[in-house]
Protein backbone atom coordinates (compact mmCIF):
# COMPACT_ATOMS: atom_id res chain seq x y z
CA UNK A 1 0.00 0.00 0.00
CA UNK A 2 2.09 3.09 -1.02
CA UNK A 3 1.68 6.26 -0.37
CA UNK A 4 2.29 8.37 -3.31
CA UNK A 5 3.00 11.43 -1.26
CA UNK A 6 5.05 9.87 1.32
CA UNK A 7 3.59 11.28 4.14
CA UNK A 8 4.49 14.52 3.18
CA UNK A 9 1.35 17.26 3.98
CA UNK A 10 2.23 20.27 1.52
CA UNK A 11 1.74 19.01 -2.39
CA UNK A 12 3.97 20.05 -5.03
CA UNK A 13 1.69 23.08 -6.09
CA UNK A 14 1.31 24.38 -2.58
CA UNK A 15 5.00 24.72 -3.10
CA UNK A 16 5.09 26.29 -6.17
CA UNK A 17 2.61 28.63 -5.09
CA UNK A 18 4.80 29.81 -2.25
CA UNK A 19 7.92 30.29 -4.14
CA UNK A 20 6.25 32.36 -7.08
CA UNK A 21 4.63 34.48 -4.33
CA UNK A 22 7.57 35.09 -2.64
CA UNK A 23 9.27 36.06 -5.90
CA UNK A 24 6.67 38.05 -7.09
CA UNK A 25 7.29 39.87 -3.77
CA UNK A 26 3.95 39.56 -2.48
CA UNK A 27 5.08 37.88 0.71
CA UNK A 28 8.09 38.25 2.84
CA UNK A 29 10.14 35.09 3.80
CA UNK A 30 8.57 35.05 7.55
CA UNK A 31 5.12 35.24 5.67
CA UNK A 32 5.90 31.75 3.15
CA UNK A 33 7.51 30.00 6.30
CA UNK A 34 4.04 30.87 8.38
CA UNK A 35 2.03 29.63 4.76
CA UNK A 36 4.37 26.36 5.31
CA UNK A 37 3.45 25.67 8.42
CA UNK A 38 -0.57 26.61 8.17
CA UNK A 39 -0.18 24.33 5.32
CA UNK A 40 1.13 21.59 7.07
CA UNK A 41 -0.45 21.55 10.33
CA UNK A 42 -3.38 21.74 7.33
CA UNK A 43 -2.35 19.02 5.70
CA UNK A 44 -3.16 20.37 2.79
CA UNK A 45 -3.27 23.87 1.11
CA UNK A 46 -3.72 27.30 2.41
CA UNK A 47 -6.66 28.96 1.07
CA UNK A 48 -6.24 31.98 -1.12
CA UNK A 49 -8.04 33.97 2.06
CA UNK A 50 -4.96 33.42 4.63
CA UNK A 51 -2.43 34.95 1.47
CA UNK A 52 -1.26 37.44 3.21
CA UNK A 53 -1.27 41.34 1.91
CA UNK A 54 1.43 42.82 -0.05
CA UNK A 55 4.96 43.71 2.19
CA UNK A 56 4.23 47.16 3.72
CA UNK A 57 6.05 49.25 0.97
CA UNK A 58 3.54 52.77 1.96
CA UNK A 59 3.83 55.51 4.41
CA UNK A 60 1.17 55.07 6.24
CA UNK A 61 1.78 51.57 7.66
CA UNK A 62 5.31 52.07 7.93
CA UNK A 63 5.82 55.04 9.70
CA UNK A 64 3.96 54.64 12.76
CA UNK A 65 6.66 51.49 13.14
CA UNK A 66 9.87 53.11 12.30
CA UNK A 67 9.04 55.79 14.80
CA UNK A 68 8.29 53.80 17.46
CA UNK A 69 11.79 51.59 16.54
CA UNK A 70 13.72 54.71 16.90
CA UNK A 71 11.69 56.01 19.86
CA UNK A 72 13.02 52.71 22.05
CA UNK A 73 16.46 52.75 20.47
CA UNK A 74 17.72 56.79 20.90
CA UNK A 75 21.38 55.36 21.65
CA UNK A 76 21.42 53.45 18.18
CA UNK A 77 19.94 56.80 16.54
CA UNK A 78 22.63 58.81 18.32
CA UNK A 79 25.58 56.30 17.00
CA UNK A 80 23.89 56.61 13.56
CA UNK A 81 24.22 60.28 14.05
CA UNK A 82 27.92 60.32 15.17
CA UNK A 83 28.55 58.73 11.89
CA UNK A 84 28.41 54.89 12.47
CA UNK A 85 25.55 54.24 9.82
CA UNK A 86 26.38 50.26 9.77
CA UNK A 87 23.87 50.25 13.32
CA UNK A 88 21.28 51.01 10.52
CA UNK A 89 20.89 46.80 9.68
CA UNK A 90 19.98 46.75 13.79
CA UNK A 91 17.27 48.98 13.07
CA UNK A 92 15.86 47.86 10.36
CA UNK A 93 15.68 44.33 12.05
CA UNK A 94 13.70 45.76 15.03
CA UNK A 95 11.26 47.64 12.18
CA UNK A 96 11.11 43.58 10.91
CA UNK A 97 10.33 42.34 14.13
CA UNK A 98 8.17 44.77 14.95
CA UNK A 99 6.10 44.86 11.62
CA UNK A 100 6.12 40.77 12.40
CA UNK A 101 7.69 40.28 8.61
CA UNK A 102 5.28 42.11 7.11
CA UNK A 103 7.44 45.57 6.25
CA UNK A 104 9.03 45.67 2.78
CA UNK A 105 12.15 46.02 3.66
CA UNK A 106 14.18 48.38 1.03
CA UNK A 107 11.26 50.70 1.73
CA UNK A 108 11.46 50.74 5.59
CA UNK A 109 15.16 51.00 4.51
CA UNK A 110 14.42 53.96 2.87
CA UNK A 111 12.01 54.98 5.81
CA UNK A 112 14.81 54.79 8.50
CA UNK A 113 17.08 56.63 6.30
CA UNK A 114 14.91 59.28 5.81
CA UNK A 115 13.93 59.69 9.67
CA UNK A 116 17.76 59.57 10.42
CA UNK A 117 18.94 62.09 8.73
CA UNK A 118 16.66 64.56 10.02
CA UNK A 119 18.30 66.67 12.32
CA UNK A 120 17.00 65.66 16.04
CA UNK A 121 14.33 68.20 17.05
CA UNK A 122 14.91 70.63 20.22
CA UNK A 123 12.74 68.40 22.56
CA UNK A 124 14.83 65.99 22.12
CA UNK A 125 18.07 67.06 23.52
Known amino acids: NANPDHGIPITADTVRRLAQLKAEGRISS????????????????FTLSTEPDTPWADRARLAPVVQQVLDRHPEIVTKYRA???????FLLGQVMKASQG???PPAARTL?????SDPPSPEDR
Open 112 to 116: LEEQL
Open 30 to 45: PQQKQLVAEAWAQRGD
Open 83 to 89: GKVGVIG
Open 102 to 104: RAD
